[in-house]
């Protein structure tokens, strides 16, 4: 079963990263199953009632990869960490299927409570390089939440969140009508990191065309 689960751990990595080229490599030089293999192993003990020895491993896998996944996280099949430095994943969080995570991703807390106090993600999700998911909230199936994004409220499903604070910015492919702007990207349902909608910017150059017009309008009258 053990085998079984890492063939499929590696399976994963060659369906989304295309700069993975043998199975020797991805087993050698990928950090994100190193520390997926370590916290099966602490979590298994974790859930025997043991302490020191789940946290021990999982700071030693810390250590050697640059993610800290707590024993206590509850993480689902297909989880995909690509490079994976400053990954935090904490005690009471849970992670459905077929996630796919980048570096600096943080499913944190918000205070010192006690219980759940971590984010549960659903499944198919993205989260980008950077985000920061913090304290009980639910994280809908098929999300997208951009690089550099803090999200503090949960999240429907079939969404795509950006920015600080996070702001749902579309819906099942198709821009809300607040933005006023319907870009390419946003349509687009398949959506690259890179082409992350930024609403801050998208709000700016509206404004920026009220102006222009309104401008324009108090020319004339004085003209």
Not at 177 to 204: F, G, W, Y
Not at 214 to 221: R, S
């Amino acid at each position: 079963m053990v085998f079984g689960q890492i063939k499929q751990d590696i399976k994963v990595i060659f369906e989304r990263d295309p700069a993975a080229k043998t199975i020797v490599e991805v087993i050698l030089c990928y950090p994100g199953l190193h520390a997926l293999i370590a916290h099966r192993l602490a979590h298994c003990l974790y859930k025997k009632n043991m302490v020191l020895i789940p946290r021990l491993i999982s700071q030693t896998s810390r250590f050697f990869t640059g993610i800290e996944i707590h024993p206590g996280a509850k993480i689902g099949q297909g989880l995909f960490i690509d490079h994976g430095m400053g990954v935090v994943i904490g005690e009471t969080a849970e992670v459905g299927n077929n996630v796919t995570i980048y570096q600096g991703v943080t499913l944190g807390g918000t205070g010192k409570e006690k219980g759940k106090r971590h984010p549960t993600v659903g499944d198919n999700v993205f989260i980008g390089s950077g985000a920061k998911i913090l304290g009980s909230i639910k994280i809908g199936d098929n999300v997208k939440i951009g690089a550099g994004s803090v999200v503090t409220k949960p999240v429907p499903s079939n969404t795509t969140v950006v920015g600080v604070p996070g702001k749902v910015v579309s819906r099942h492919g198709m821009p809300l009508k607040e933005l006023h702007v319907v870009t390419k990207s946003v349509c687009n349902k398949e959506i690259r990191a890179e082409e992350m909608p930024d609403p801050v910017q998208e709000t700016l150059q509206v404004l920026m065309e009220r102006i222009n017009y309104l401008e324009k309008k108090l020319g004339e009258k004085e003209s």
